[in-house]
């Protein structure tokens, strides 16, 4: 292994390290996200954390499930709704109407 490859090597493991959550942080939540339902089935907030493979938010009496838009980065820069409360609002308040969209029914 060239020295060029080998520094290469260790530059990207080091930075895989840095990316993914230590531990002490992969379960605790960074902040809180509040969503609001498209079709006035009223509000929910929950807690996001930093997991393995991106942001999860946790369903309000379930699971943590990751943000189907992990990048919150992108989503300041295009200005849409956070991706971890589009998220918590398809998953929890608005559930069966966006199950609908998905299937290309009517509102």
Known sequence: MTVTRLFAALLS??????????????????????AYSDYGNGQVSAPVRRAEFGYQVKLPGGPWIYCQRNSLFIARILEYASPCSDTLRRQSLDFWETQSEDQGGPR
């Open 13 to 34: 493991a080091g930075l895989l390290a840095a990316l993914m959550p230590t531990s002490a942080e992969a379960g605790r939540p960074l902040g809180y996200v509040t």
